[in-house]
């Protein structure tokens, strides 16, 4: 029994030591030199190392030194304005315009008086009749406007006598018959009556020396002229 169990031992060992040797490298077994070893000429790139030029491909810059990229200021970025902006600038541009209109309104109307507007003034409001007088010159070249009652729009003859005294204190009806009550009458004029028409179609103002002050008609303008039919004095100063 002993010496079965000794067979078996051995033999197992000699067919390992058998596995062994014929797994061997062919190199090992031409000890003798007689064969060539076999060996590989092919090598490979680390993947690491391919990561990391392609990372240095796609982050690499060339700038050349004269190269001028600007800043921020000189970018030609576009604006926008909000709809408040819009509406604000508008209103300023209308604004513009109506006064510009105006202002050339004004000077078309100074220009058609002679610039009869340029020489109004103020004048004392505590007047005897050369002031009321010396007042009214001053709107020569006004044009004659029906309805008219200031020196912008126009006059007509009852505007034009109500306007001028109105600025003595002195209120006038508005129509021109109804200014022929006003005052006291008298016969020998004096500069600063008012003269009304007998018929009550008219006024004006007596400046003196047998001349008038008034808003004769349509298509004329205030003037001094001759006294040219009978009129009614009235003394309100």
Known sequence: MKNTRKYVSMMA???ICGTLFI??????????GSEAAVTSSRSFTPGSKVRADLLTESTATIV??????????????????SQAEKDAEAKAQQAQVAASQRQATQVSRSAARGGAADRISDVPATGTGA?????????????????GTDPVRGFDCSGFTQYVFAH????????????GSMGVPVTDPAPGDLMVAPDGSHVGIYVGGGRMIHAPAPGQSVMVQEVYQTFNYRRLV
Do not use: C
């Open 13 to 15: 060992a000699v067919t």
């Open 168 to 179: 003595f204190g002195i209120g006038l009806p508005r129509i021109a018959a109804d200014q």
């Open 131 to 147: 002031n009321v007088v010396n007042y009214a010159l001053q709107f020569q070249g006004v044009p004659y406007v029906y309805g």
């Open 64 to 81: 050349e030194k004269d190269s001028h990229w600007g800043g921020v200021e000189s970018l030609n970025v576009p604006t926008t304005k």
């Open 23 to 32: 797994g061997m490298p062919a190199a090992a077994q031409a000890s003798d």
